[in-house]
């Protein structure tokens, strides 16, 4: 097909998550038929942003400034924090904008079968952040996952000394969902949390 410069520029679009070889290809070729239109400032905000965008020191986000716009916000509610498990799942909140008040990035889930252990992921700031007494609730909206309700557990036991309030994000039945086709656990899941 086309020279070495090409094939690497597939390899590397291939490696973004939700594009496989094929879509890398396509990608590539688009760029590559207007490439002072669409390759250059691509690739010009792409070095911009790998010198730039660095993870916030207070929540882990990722953000050109430090710390990151949402923490420095003084309109949000520092009282709340939301604990999330990657910064997508902050910005999926984020975009929602249903939550008031501030985050923390663990950077994943607890998961024995991984081997990830709590050394691992963000937690001591966590815990730092909630030590000086501002914070009134934290929020952990994890995944409904094994591992999710582990981490869950984990932290409202670590943060039980705190005295914060602790609350979890609803699971159940999604808005437009069937009860015929949802899971067993999801059912049960629904049930009990019901208000």
């Known amino acids: 097909m086309g020279g070495p410069e090409i094939e690497r520029l597939i390899q590397l679009f291939a490696k973004v998550p939700g594009l496989g070889p094929r879509s890398a290809r396509r990608a590539v070729l ?3 038929q207007y490439p002072e239109a669409r390759m250059l400032p691509l690739a010009q905000a792409m070095a911009a942003a790998a010198r730039a ?6 929540c882990g986000n ?8 949402i923490c420095a916000d003084p309109k949000r509610d520092h009282t ?17 904008g249903v939550h008031p008040g501030l985050y923390h990035v663990l950077g994943g889930t607890l998961s024995a079968l991984g081997g990830t252990g709590p050394d691992d992921l963000n937690i001591r700031p966590l815990l730092a952040r909630v030590q000086p007494g501002d914070v009134q609730e934290i929020i952990l909206a994890l995944s409904a996952t094994v591992d ?10 670590r943060l039980a000394a705190s005295g ?7 699971q159940g039945v999604p808005i437009g969902g069937a009860l015929d086709v949802l899971d067993d656990g ?5 049930l009990r949390a019901r208000r």
């Open 164 to 170: 914060v309030h602790v609350t979890r994000v609803a």
């Open 62 to 69: 990722l953000d050109s400034v430090n710390p990151c716009a």
């Open 186 to 190: 999801t059912l049960a899941t629904a």
């Open 148 to 157: 999710g309700a582990a981490t869950s557990h984990f932290l409202t036991d």
């Open 53 to 58: 965008v660095k993870h916030c020191a207070l």
């Open 30 to 32: 688009k760029l590559l």
């Open 80 to 96: 709340m924090i939301c604990v999330v498990e990657t910064v997508a799942d902050l910005w999926a909140l984020e975009r929602s």
